[in-house]
């Protein structure tokens, strides 16, 4: 099961931080991830941890958003600064764990002036 929070209404050059927390039996986690889908758009890739340890980013956010976890709390946070109008959408997260996909309920993010 995962838990995300940390969504809201901010203006325009505003942070936010997302975490999302997985919960439960746990053996091992493949992959963590964020990905957003605005209105009338489909769910894309915000930024995400490989199973190899890498990190992947979409153009549009690579030098404002940040991904990063904590194993020890099997959780996956997402640092989104300089947020533009564009970033508007419902985030959600992906983790695979236990050799599953799993994905968070979703957080809306709102920037607006």
């Known amino acids: 099961q995962l838990q995300a929070s940390g969504g809201g209404l901010v203006q325009p050059g505003e942070s936010l931080r997302l975490s999302c927390a997985a919960s439960g039996t746990i053996f091992g986690i493949n992959v963590m991830g964020w990905y957003r889908q605005a209105p009338g758009k489909q769910r894309e890739l915000v930024a995400t941890?490989?199973?190899?340890?890498?990190?992947i980013y979409a153009d549009s956010v690579k030098g404002r958003f940040t991904i990063s976890r904590t194993n020890a709390k099997n959780t996956v946070y997402l640092q989104m600064n300089s947020l533009k109008p564009e970033d508007t959408a419902v985030y959600y997260c992906k983790v695979v764990y236990n050799g599953v996909q799993h994905w968070g309920q979703g957080t809306l993010v709102t920037v607006s002036s």
């Open positions: 941890f490989t199973s190899g340890g890498g990190t």
